[in-house]
């Protein structure tokens, strides 16, 4: 009997299919997980709020950004539009 997760390197054979789904090993075992409550530890609380923190400085230079340019150097808010979401999404680690 093999599993679906089973790796054959080489050779022939022939199967018959007796079960799918959670009916299989994969099966129970992915529903074993799915009933684990996350952890929460205080390291992942502390990168939830620095994320948080993180995102609205970006969104703040962002706008600084945006706002420079259509104040001071006239351009049209598409192009601007354009230049800051490529850089917005770089800033993320």
Not at 5 to 30: H, K, M, P
Request: hydrophobic share 40%; with cysteine.
């Amino acid at each position: 009997m093999a599993f679906s997760g089973t790796i054959i390197s080489f050779g022939q054979c022939s199967g018959v299919v007796v079960a799918t789904g959670e009916s299989t090993e994969l099966g129970r075992g992915s529903a074993m997980l799915a009933g684990v409550e996350p952890l929460r530890t205080r390291l992942t609380q502390r990168m939830d709020k620095f994320s948080k923190w993180l995102t609205g400085a970006i969104l703040i230079l962002a706008a600084c950004t945006v706002g420079f340019g259509l104040a001071l150097r006239d351009y049209s808010f598409t192009e601007l539009f354009f230049c800051q979401r490529s850089p917005g999404c770089c800033r993320y680690p």
